[in-house]
């Protein structure tokens, strides 16, 4: 994009667009205004940082004006704001993306009052005007059509969208599946979702709405899982051991249920029952080599660190570079340090045509045991990556301040540091250590 675009994208000419569009009829007070945040791209791509909507109530009042004269003017309150993407993503060029919105509209107001509402939406997009839209929403004091049975879709519709916005709305959402098992007793969609949103504030309340979903869907591993899962934050650890057992019976073969089910075993001291558990986790579908980690972990807590040395080594030698830091970690705490060295070097041989990610490994572990120009040199070799990202290039360079700190280079860490926020201003570390120096 040439620099005239850019200064036209920064006055909102050619740039992304916000609409909105509302599902039609008037809204009951009381009901739900339903519709979708439509995020249109320009003629080139932007960055935005978030999406957000806000149900605002607009009421007509009287005031003194300058000239002393009483005149109508409005009041804008913000009733409930909503982020409906509070992400970095991209715009592309001519895109349109959507994004559903439901608000609970308040019991006052309406036809012959002087209060009324509306929905506004904006984009944040850093360097430009945000684009925003506002639309009136048509409201009614008429009370809500009697539910039925064809009702259904529509309250999962609405209670879907509440949870996808995100936010505490689970009043509201529990009210609205709750609506849906007094029309269905044994709607699956909606028994899943209400013991889901009942476990964000009571993992105890939410058993039994499990426990009924599953007698409607029994087959249904997942849910056994997210079930076993509640008991372990409970602190049901054998309810939880009995729970996953029941869920692996129907895929014995899902490495992350053998996974989870170590987890509480080890944390139950059953340290035999825990192996055997990793053990089916490596064996199973997942094929991660991280899972051979903890079972060493595992045999360190047993007492027997020979063991999970060789276990280690092993590993190591495969040249994973995205294990080795876990390996070269554990075997820190083990006090086996004299390995690292032919470790890192024994990666870099097995991944010469992609090293980068071992010189960052090396960086890191070189900065640890207090080896600062290796880790100058390593961070270094580390950036000249072809496809480093800005925020990793942004953590080598704070890496490499570090290590010029320590070296007592204040100025040429003052200089790395103000070059990883440059490359990426959220870079909390650089930030502080930049203004302790």
Known sequence: MGFFDKVKQAVGIGGAKVDVSLNEGAVPLGGFAKGRVLLRGGKSEQQCNALEARLERVTRIRVQGDNGQMQDK?????????????????????????FDFAFKMPREGGPGTR????????????????????????????????MGIGDVPALLSTAKTLRDQGGDRAVEIESLLKQVLSLEATNAQALRMLAEVVGWRNEAEA???????????????????????????????????ETFDKAISMAPNRSYLHVQRARVLEYMNRFDDALTAWDNAIKGDAQDRSYVVSRARV?????????????LLALADEGDRHTLDSILETLAEIGAHQ??????????????????????????????????????????????????????LSNLMSLKGQALEHLKRTTDAKAAYKKALDLSKDNSDARLRMKAL
């Open 207 to 241: 058993v039994p709405h499990w426990k009924k979903y599953l007698e409607v869907v029994p087959s249904d591993t997942e849910a056994w899982e997210e079930l076993a899962r509640n008991a372990e934050r409970r602190g049901a650890n054998q309810e939880a051991v």
């Open 299 to 311: 045999l360190v807590k047993q007492g027997k660190k020979a063991e999970a040395e060789q276990a």
């Open 115 to 146: 209060i009324r509402y509306r929905i506004y939406a904006t984009a944040d997009i850093p360097g430009a005007i945000d684009p925003s839209k506002t639309v009136d929403v048509a409201v009614t004091d008429s009370a809500p059509a009697t």
């Open 339 to 392: 390995h690292e060295d032919a470790l890192l070097a024994r990666a870099l041989t097995v991944n010469q045509d992609d090293p980068f990610g071992v010189h960052e490994l090396r960086a890191q572990r070189y900065l640890k045991r207090g080896l600062y120009e290796k880790a100058i040199e390593a961070a270094e070799a580390a950036a000249r990556g072809p496809n480093q990202s800005e925020w990793s």
């Open 74 to 98: 409005d009041d804008v309150e913000v009733i409930q704001a909503e982020k409906l993407a509070n992400y970095n993503f991209t715009i592309h060029e001519g895109s349109e993306s959507s």
